[in-house]
């Protein structure tokens, strides 16, 4: 016995279920592209990082002891082979030398903290598509199934087939994104790791060598 109105929830949840499919197939090939847009960056940005070396450090720290003026540290900070960003981190903590010995610490910590957001931020995207990629493609694959072994049981083959192809391509397009967005996420979440450690170890020696020079 049919339950009273159970057809008329099949229907409207079947008709649901169909409506999404566009949506997935469409969000999908914008994490596809975005993916590949990111692939690019991420390969631009391989190219152009610099990678630092415990010894440059160290060099560059002694070079900063040695320094008798904040235009001497300015300059010392300006020569050194280091990402823009953490270049500029420096620059304001050493523009803010005049602060006292606690506000300085203060804002070097909020320095830090704002970029570690803005690392945070640079993968959010990436991020989305490793958690949300393949969960689209499943749906891509589930949706036209339904129809798809309909149509078997009409003895419709081409529309099966039809389906079946919808469904593998949904599936690839969700496993594709997802595997280039999680491989650019790890290596660039290892590089940011690195950088904060670094940007942590220059900042903390800066503080210390304006606290005893007192410029």
Do not use: C
């Amino acid at each position: 016995m049919e339950i009273l109105g159970s057809q008329i929830l099949t229907e409207l949840l079947h008709a649901i279920s169909q409506s999404l499919l566009i949506p997935v197939i469409i969000f999908l090939l914008i994490f596809v592209i975005f993916a590949l847009i990111s692939l690019g960056g991420f390969i631009s940005e391989y190219r152009s990082r610099e990678k630092l070396k415990l010894e440059e450090i160290e060099k560059f720290i002694r070079t900063l002891k040695n320094t008798n003026s904040i235009d001497e540290m300015k300059t010392t900070i300006n020569d050194f082979k280091v990402n823009e960003e953490i270049k500029s981190s420096l620059f304001k903590v050493v523009d803010n030398y005049d602060l006292d010995e606690k506000t300085r610490e203060a804002l070097a910590r909020k320095i830090i903290e704002e970029e570690e957001i803005r690392m945070e931020k640079s993968v959010e995207k990436t991020d989305t598509i490793v958690r949300i990629g393949p969960t689209l493609g499943l749906m891509g694959t589930l949706i036209p199934m339904g129809p798809g072994l309909a149509a078997l049981g009409a003895g419709n083959i081409e529309s099966l087939a039809q389906a079946i192809i919808v469904a593998f391509d949904t599936t690839v397009a969700g496993l594709a994104a997802a595997t280039i967005a999680y491989v650019v996420s790890k290596i660039k979440k290892r590089w940011y790791e690195e950088d904060l450690s670094n940007l942590d170890l220059l900042i903390t020696s800066i503080l210390e060598i304006l606290n005893k020079k007192n410029f």
